[in-house]
């Protein structure tokens, strides 16, 4: 009866894990190319003259790495992108996966954070992990992410890659089995292969790691061996975000002028901003409470203020190690400011939540150690806590109502409801379907005149009226135009 129980408790989380997320998997399947999609498969057209998809990527990563940037994962799948003259269904099942595996990461890391790390059982573990993952789908927009190839390809898939390997590096230090080390080595080289914004999570948060476990768990001799399983992989992470951060291409493209010094410090100022955003924002104060009560009540590993001061360590070191590629790159000191890309922000507000949600464990256990070393029966007065955390619950109930349908999930939702995402997408695909069409005038000018597309969360590509713009030049060379203008009523 137990064995049925627990496997019945874990098809239960999968089920709300998949409840979860089936909004943006949908949006996914609605996606449309657009800017970066189109200049890519310009490019690789030229390659796939004389060689197959796969080498015809190869070369074409190659060359971007030298010209362009250091994302080989991210060139490469790039480069993989199938075609969209006649279908979208190679694209939007790309999508799909990214969800998928980004989702699959997610859950995957949190659970074996709170269950190896803080020694919490499988069903609090995983309430744990579906926090983190309704806070990661609600934050901040994540359609450049789930519904955008170029944004998948260069930030979803790496940063699903590393959230992959830093669960398999926590199973290969406890279980000593190769297999779980190998794994580790491949996801975090295939991480590194991403934006330089997700490398810098990556390695600062695999070294957080290797220092947690050699200084606060303190691995005895006989540990050593499964130490150096631990530390290997992280070597070839690192060096795959070498490779990544010395391409040739990063140094053609970088021409700002900010200092290393001036980029550290607008680092920690950006992180502290979000972080001052974050504080109020959407349902986290409910979610930071219900993490801190299960670190007070459930977590049975004793954790001391060394413990604490090196949670509040990492968490600054790993924020600020992921807003430094693009305050440097950028030549930035604000992200809204100057960079105002959706897949940027998502990133830092995703991290600082869910480490937040981590350090909300921490303090939670280590109260709980110091309330225990003054005699304090800890669940006794947390019951005694019930009625003041209900009354302030329904003192903010309208707040958290409003906050929740704020959230992405129920955007997109919304967004299916009033088939906002469903008519952009089709009236999306007319366009391109126009432009590949015979042209009446005979001028070989793409002329396209549409209404106001209704505002929604997917990532909807835009266009100008000027045809020398970027992506319109792009869109009118895939279609074989010489030109092509957008006009909205």
């Known amino acids: ?18 409840i979860l997320g089936f909004p943006h998997f949908l949006m996914s399947c609605y996606s449309i190319p657009g800017a970066d999609d189109f200049s890519c498969l310009n490019a690789v057209d030229i390659y796939r003259e004389n060689h197959s998809y796969i080498v015809s990527a190869i070369l074409y990563a190659r060359d971007a790495y030298l010209t362009w940037q250091g994302t080989y994962t991210g060139e490469f799948l790039m480069g993989l992108e199938p075609s969209v003259r006649n279908s979208y269904l190679g694209l939007r099942v790309f999508l799909a996966f990214s969800v998928i595996i980004f989702i699959a990461g997610l859950l995957l890391t949190t659970y074996m954070i709170a269950r190896k790390l803080f020694a919490l059982s499988r069903n609090v573990s995983w309430a744990f992990a579906l926090i983190c993952e309704f806070i990661a789908l609600n934050i901040t927009a994540t359609g ?24 398999f590096s926590v199973l290969s230090y406890y279980t000593g089995k190769r297999v779980f080390a190998v794994l580790t080595a491949v996801f975090g080289f295939i991480g590194s292969g991403g934006s330089l914004m997700v490398v810098g999570f990556g390695c600062s948060a695999y070294l957080v790691l290797v220092i947690f476990y050699a200084y606060v768990l ?18 070839v992470t690192v060096l795959g975000a070498l490779i990544c951060a010395l391409a040739p ?12 010094v001036q980029s550290v410090y607008y680092s920690g100022v950006n992180v502290l901003t979000h972080v001052a955003m974050m504080i109020l924002n959407y349902l986290l104060p409910l979610c930071f409470v219900i993490c801190f009560i299960i670190g007070l009540v459930a977590v049975r590993r004793e954790f001391t203020k060394e413990n604490l001061f090196v949670g509040i360590l990492g968490f600054c070191f790993i924020t600020c190690v992921t807003a ?17 890309s959706d897949r940027v922000l998502y990133v830092i507000d995703f991290l600082i939540c869910t480490l937040a949600l981590v350090l909300s464990l921490v303090l939670g256990s280590y109260i709980r150690c110091v309330l225990q070393k003054h005699n304090i029966d800890v669940n006794r007065e947390m019951i005694k806590s019930i009625p003041i955390i209900v009354i302030v619950f329904v003192l903010l109930s309208n707040g958290l109502v409003h906050n929740f349908f704020n959230g992405m999930t129920m955007r997109i939702l919304d967004d299916l409801k009033n ?5 952009v997408s089709i009236a999306q695909e007319d ?17 396209v005149l549409r209404p106001q597309f209704p505002e929604t969360v997917m990532y909807v590509p835009f266009y100008s009226f000027a045809f020398d713009y970027f992506s319109n030049q792009e869109v009118s060379e895939y279609y074989g135009v010489d030109a092509f203008i957008m006009e909205w009523t």
């Open 144 to 167: 450049e992410l789930f519904s955008w190839y170029t944004g998948a390809a260069v930030y979803t898939i790496p940063l699903a890659s590393y959230l992959l390997a830093l669960p």
């Open 218 to 235: 303190k691995p005895k001799k006989n540990n050593y061996q499964r130490f150096v399983k631990l530390v290997v992989p992280f070597v």
């Open 419 to 423: 088939e906002r995402i469903q008519n």
């Open 249 to 260: 291409g990063n140094f053609v493209r970088q021409g700002g002028e900010m200092h290393l």
């Open 431 to 447: 366009i391109y379907r126009e432009i590949a069409g015979p042209d009446p005038q005979g001028d070989n000018v793409a002329w």
């Open 1 to 18: 009866m137990d064995k049925i129980k627990r496997i019945w408790n874990v098809v239960w989380c999968y089920i709300l894990a998949v």
């Open 324 to 340: 430094f590629p693009v305050i440097l790159g950028y030549d930035s000191y604000c992200f809204e400011a100057y960079v105002r």
